[in-house]
């Protein structure tokens, strides 16, 4: 296990090519939440995601070890991807990035724009990861975890470090959970320097591999699966960060998809923020009130790199910018009437009257969304 030391000497190691993002009150989501909301800006770090933190902190340790210049290997769908691409490139490290075929277009021109070459390669991720793993065998490349590795945890816990000294008044901390690396981090650091504040994991409801996992004590492995929020959409855990989230985390929560679209859509409407799915359930559990404790809740905003075709972003983004007051949001990707590629989302918002009722069906319709009214 990795402990406030490890976290200190990777905050010196990247500090000089990172950002510390900042802190921010709402008030308006304080008054939803009954409670202070502080958000932690973590979309706004480079690459748009807290995993640069711990990609870095990796690879520049290959440097210091004096492998020469080894090529980097990594597997991912997009964030961890980015952060291990830009890694590479700050170090001046070749880097392949094995990709599923399905991945997002911009995520994967993305990781290209920093000198990757990307390998598209099966259909899920654990396809890319085989075949990552495969490429190291061969070449002798240096893999780079997601999570499950020292050197990645202690980078991710800088946000605790940063957390500590920009936070003073939260009591709680609500923290996206994957693979469980940024959770591990960040409970790692607040265990030592803000002990008193209650570190909570969120995890998906229809990806919940550390619930799981701390129930039986063991990690567990999912079967499947689903959920809109692909960041956390993890099957399993590893042995690293349960023993972690065993020691240092008050508790693990999830939340429902449509209380994370319910999240998502105040984050752009109340606090002009956009980020990705994954980012947004630190903030809908506090607003469903799995958050212990009555003080200043914290939600870390893990990253904002939306796809440009999911349409629910680009909804979020259109009601956000028709300052509509919205009273509930419902999200439903299951449906006779669905297809595999459909989403449908109940959405209750005011307006003012009629017309203004049919210049927001107009407007959402003129950008491509199929709008029913409900009678």
Same mark, same amino acid.
Request: proline residues 5%; hydrophobic residues 45%.
């Given at each position: 296990?990795?402990?406030?030391?490890?976290?200190?000497?990777?905050?010196?190691?990247?500090?000089?090519?990172?950002?510390?993002?900042?802190?921010? $009150?709402?008030?308006?989501?304080? @008054?939803?939440?009954?409670?202070?909301?502080?958000?932690?800006?973590?979309?706004?770090?480079?690459?748009?995601?807290?995993?640069?933190?711990?990609?870095?902190?990796?690879?520049?340790?290959?440097?210091?070890?004096?492998?020469?210049?080894?090529?980097?290997?990594?597997?991912?769908?997009?964030?961890?991807?980015?952060?291990?691409?830009?890694?590479?490139?700050?170090?001046?490290?070749?880097?392949?990035?094995?990709?599923?075929?399905?991945?997002?277009?911009?995520?994967?021109?993305?990781?290209?724009?920093?000198?990757?070459?990307?390998?598209?390669?099966?259909?899920?991720?654990?396809?890319?990861?085989?075949?990552?793993?495969?490429?190291?065998?061969?070449?002798?490349?240096?893999?780079?975890?997601?999570?499950?590795?020292?050197?990645?945890?202690?980078?991710?816990?800088?946000?605790?470090?940063?957390?500590?000294?920009?936070?003073?008044?939260?009591?709680?901390?609500?923290?996206?959970? @994957?693979?469980?690396?940024?959770?591990?981090?960040?409970?790692?650091?607040?265990?030592?320097?803000?002990?008193?504040?209650?570190?909570?994991?969120?995890?998906?409801?229809?990806?919940?591999?550390?619930?799981?996992?701390?129930?039986?004590?063991?990690?567990?492995?999912?079967?499947?699966?689903?959920?809109?929020?692909?960041?956390?959409?993890?099957?399993?855990?590893?042995?690293?960060?349960?023993?972690?989230?065993?020691?240092?985390?008050?508790?693990?929560?999830?939340?429902?998809?449509?209380?994370?679209?319910?999240?998502?859509?105040?984050?752009?409407?109340?606090?002009?923020?956009?980020?990705?799915?994954?980012?947004?359930?630190?903030?809908?559990?506090?607003?469903?009130?799995?958050?212990?404790?009555?003080?200043?809740?914290?939600?870390?905003?893990?990253?904002?790199?939306?796809?440009?075709?999911?349409?629910?972003?680009?909804?979020?983004?259109?009601?956000?910018?028709?300052?509509?007051?919205?009273?509930?949001?419902?999200?439903?990707?299951?449906?006779?009437?669905?297809?595999?590629?459909?989403?449908?989302?109940?959405?209750?918002?005011?307006?003012?009257?009629?017309?203004?009722? $049919?210049?927001?069906?107009?407007?959402?319709?003129?950008?491509?969304?199929?709008?029913?009214?409900?009678?």
């Amino acid at each position: 296990m990795i402990d406030l030391r490890d976290i200190e000497d990777a905050r010196a190691t990247i500090g000089p090519v990172l950002r510390v993002t900042p802190v921010t $009150h709402s008030h308006s989501l304080s @008054g939803l939440a009954g409670r202070d909301v502080l958000l932690k800006g973590e979309q706004l770090q480079r690459t748009g995601s807290f995993k640069i933190r711990g990609a870095r902190n990796f690879v520049a340790h290959l440097e210091e070890a004096g492998s020469g210049r080894p090529e980097v290997v990594a597997a991912s769908a997009g964030n961890h991807a980015q952060g291990v691409a830009l890694a590479a490139r700050l170090s001046g490290l070749p880097a392949t990035i094995f990709m599923p075929a399905n991945a997002a277009l911009p995520k994967v021109e993305a990781t290209r724009s920093y000198g990757a070459t990307v390998l598209l390669e099966g259909a899920v991720v654990d396809d890319a990861m085989a075949a990552a793993r495969d490429h190291a065998d061969r070449t002798g490349a240096v893999l780079v975890p997601p999570f499950d590795d020292p050197l990645v945890v202690a980078g991710q816990g800088t946000v605790g470090l940063e957390l500590a000294e920009q936070a003073p008044r939260a009591t709680a901390v609500a923290v996206p959970v @994957g693979g469980g690396g940024l959770l591990a981090g960040v409970a790692t650091a607040l265990a030592t320097t803000r002990p008193e504040v209650k570190v909570v994991g969120v995890e998906a409801a229809g990806a919940a591999a550390m619930r799981a996992s701390l129930d039986a004590g063991r990690c567990v492995t999912l079967d499947s699966v689903a959920t809109m929020a692909d960041g956390i959409a993890v099957r399993c855990v590893s042995d690293l960060t349960l023993a972690h989230a065993q020691a240092y985390v008050h508790d693990v929560v999830t939340v429902t998809e449509e209380e994370i679209s319910q999240a998502l859509l105040l984050l752009a409407e109340r606090a002009k923020v956009v980020v990705e799915p994954a980012g947004a359930v630190g903030l809908a559990a506090i607003l469903a009130g799995r958050v212990p404790g009555t003080g200043p809740a914290l939600a870390v905003l893990s990253g904002g790199n939306v796809d440009p075709p999911g349409a629910l972003a680009a909804l979020t983004d259109a009601v956000a910018k028709m300052r509509l007051n919205v009273l509930s949001v419902e999200h439903h990707r299951a449906g006779l009437e669905l297809g595999v590629d459909e989403v449908e989302v109940l959405l209750t918002v005011e307006t003012r009257d009629p017309s203004h009722r $049919h210049e927001v069906v107009r407007t959402l319709r003129d950008q491509g969304f199929n709008v029913e009214l409900a009678r």
